[in-house]
């Protein structure tokens, strides 16, 4: 199972990526968590210290330039490796975290029509590529809002696009956006989760104002003073108090993703 989880920031996508690549371990599945968000802080929900966290690929020059054949930012000519080999990062440069979590930190691929065609860009979207097309691990990708820095073949790939929201229009308008573009990237599944839900009448208020975007409202996540609490210490709520509620909530949902009722 290869998911993506996006959403605006501010809205939890982080706990509920790095929860969920927890939950399926939990449950016996290999699971590697790819950090591909500009924040990077993937890795304190799956119980890494910032100190202890990978380095970010995009900033491995000597890697990226014997793999390429060009360092980045220097002036060495436009010519490197399209498609350098890439197999063996997910191994050697990840970190394990709670419950046999493999953490990969991937830095940020530069959006199309940003101008840059550059060598970094070049082994981030191999190594993407090769994660989700190739390699046998639950993948959970945290990305950033949008999905440019995917390559059309990436997208394609990912069995589940998970879209995080929170109430509010301008989290809703984010989704319509995200649904919109994953059409087009030729993404095939998506699924909408509504964070930090207070009680069944914004619930109904929530899936309401996503209909009228064309979007269904398939989980619900209910708000939690323990996971506000885990947030603010910056911590994962899976180590902090005892929410039943938002624990089975997050279960269910990674239960959805799998398509079972395993774990």
Same mark, same amino acid.
């Given at each position: 199972?290869?998911?993506?989880?996006?959403?605006?920031?501010?809205?939890?996508?982080?706990?509920?990526?790095?929860? !969920?690549?927890?939950?399926?371990?939990?449950?016996?599945?290999?699971?590697?968590?790819?950090?591909?968000?500009?924040?990077?802080?993937?890795?304190?929900?799956?119980?890494?210290?910032?100190?202890?966290?990978?380095?970010?690929?995009?900033?491995?020059?000597?890697?990226? %330039?014997?793999?390429?054949?060009?360092?980045?930012?220097?002036?060495?000519?436009?010519?490197?490796?399209?498609?350098?080999?890439?197999?063996?990062?997910?191994?050697?440069?990840?970190?394990?975290?709670?419950?046999?979590?493999?953490?990969?930190?991937?830095?940020?691929?530069?959006?199309?029509?940003?101008?840059?065609?550059?060598?970094?860009?070049?082994?981030?979207?191999?190594?993407?590529?090769?994660?989700?097309?190739?390699?046998?691990?639950?993948?959970?990708?945290?990305?950033?809002?949008?999905?440019?820095?995917?390559?059309?073949?990436?997208?394609?790939?990912?069995?589940?696009?998970?879209?995080?929201?929170?109430?509010?229009?301008?989290?809703? %308008?984010?989704?319509?956006?995200?649904?919109?573009?994953?059409?087009?990237?030729?993404?095939?599944?998506? /699924?909408?989760?509504?964070?930090?839900?207070?009680?069944?009448?914004?619930?109904?208020?929530?899936?309401?104002?996503?209909?009228?975007?064309?979007?269904?409202?398939?989980?619900?996540?209910?708000?939690?003073?323990?996971?506000?609490?885990?947030?603010? +210490?910056?911590?994962?709520?899976?180590?902090?108090?005892?929410?039943? %509620?938002? +624990? /089975?909530?997050?279960?269910? +949902?990674?239960?959805? !993703?799998?398509?079972?009722?395993?774990?």
């Amino acid at each position: 199972m290869k998911v993506a989880v996006v959403g605006k920031g501010g809205v939890g996508k982080t706990t509920v990526a790095g929860s !969920m690549a927890r939950i399926w371990a939990r449950g016996g599945l290999r699971v590697l968590a790819v950090d591909a968000d500009p924040a990077a802080h993937l890795h304190s929900v799956l119980g890494i210290a910032r100190s202890e966290m990978p380095h970010p690929i995009s900033e491995e020059l000597d890697l990226i %330039e014997e793999r390429t054949g060009a360092r980045p930012g220097t002036s060495q000519g436009p010519f490197f490796k399209l498609n350098p080999r890439v197999e063996d990062i997910p191994d050697r440069y990840s970190k394990l975290g709670s419950d046999g979590v493999s953490l990969l930190v991937t830095g940020t691929i530069k959006a199309a029509g940003s101008g840059c065609f550059c060598p970094e860009n070049a082994i981030l979207r191999s190594l993407l590529e090769h994660i989700i097309l190739e390699r046998g691990d639950a993948v959970v990708v945290d990305m950033e809002a949008g999905l440019e820095q995917f390559g059309r073949a990436t997208c394609r790939g990912v069995d589940m696009l998970l879209i995080v929201i929170e109430p509010g229009s301008r989290s809703m %308008e984010t989704a319509a956006r995200m649904a919109e573009l994953s059409h087009e990237m030729g993404v095939k599944n998506m /699924s909408v989760v509504a964070n930090r839900v207070r009680g069944k009448e914004e619930a109904d208020a929530v899936a309401e104002l996503l209909a009228s975007h064309s979007l269904k409202l398939d989980y619900v996540l209910p708000y939690s003073e323990a996971v506000a609490k885990a947030d603010m +210490l910056g911590i994962s709520p899976l180590d902090h108090g005892d929410d039943n %509620e938002w +624990l /089975s909530s997050v279960r269910r +949902l990674s239960n959805g !993703m799998l398509g079972s009722d395993r774990i």
